[in-house]
Structure formats: structure tokens, C-alpha cells
């Protein structure tokens, strides 16, 4: 019996289901830390960017931003796992 759609890992983070995932992994540890770095700066600015535009009533900016920060931060935990 497959498990539930809830319990797989791609619906959590679906970055997992795709393919370049594999290279992403296979790159050298300290290329993986660098590029980890760097999407944890883009999404922390990405989130601060939101709440901005969300003060400034940009609904469609905020919203663009928490993606822009959704997917860094899922690409960065694909990294890691």
C-alpha cells in the first residue's frame, strides 16, 4: 500500500519531485553551502519585501514575494536533505 498523499515529501516541498534535484545533490559540499546561503538571504529579503509590500497595500507584490521566499526556501531545504 503507497502512502498517503500527506505523507510524501514532494507535496511538502515540491521541489523534491524534481528532477535537477538529483544534480543539486551531487554537487560538491561546499558549492551546496554556498548556494544554501544564498537562498536563505533571498528568502529572508523576499519576506521582508512581502510584509513591505503588504503595508503598502501591493496584495500582488506581497504575494509575489512569499513565493519568491516559499521556493527559495524550499530549493534550499532540498539541499540539505
Known amino acids: 500500500m503507497s502512502p498517503s498523499r500527506s505523507a510524501r515529501r514532494e507535496v511538502g516541498n515540491p ?3 524534481l528532477p535537477a534535484v538529483t ?3 551531487r554537487l560538491d559540499p ?3 553551502a554556498a548556494l544554501a546561503a544564498v537562498l536563505g538571504d533571498l ?3 523576499a519576506r521582508r519585501r512581502a510584509q513591505i509590500s503588504w ?4 496584495g500582488v507584490m506581497a504575494a509575489y ?3 519568491v521566499g516559499a521556493y527559495a526556501t524550499h ?3 532540498a539541499l540539505r536533505s
Open 15 to 17: 521541489v523534491l519531485g
Open 23 to 25: 544534480a543539486l545533490r
Open 30 to 32: 561546499a558549492v551546496t
Open 43 to 45: 528568502a529572508a529579503d
Open 55 to 58: 503595508a503598502q497595500n501591493k
Open 65 to 67: 514575494w512569499k513565493a
Open 75 to 77: 530549493i534550499r531545504r
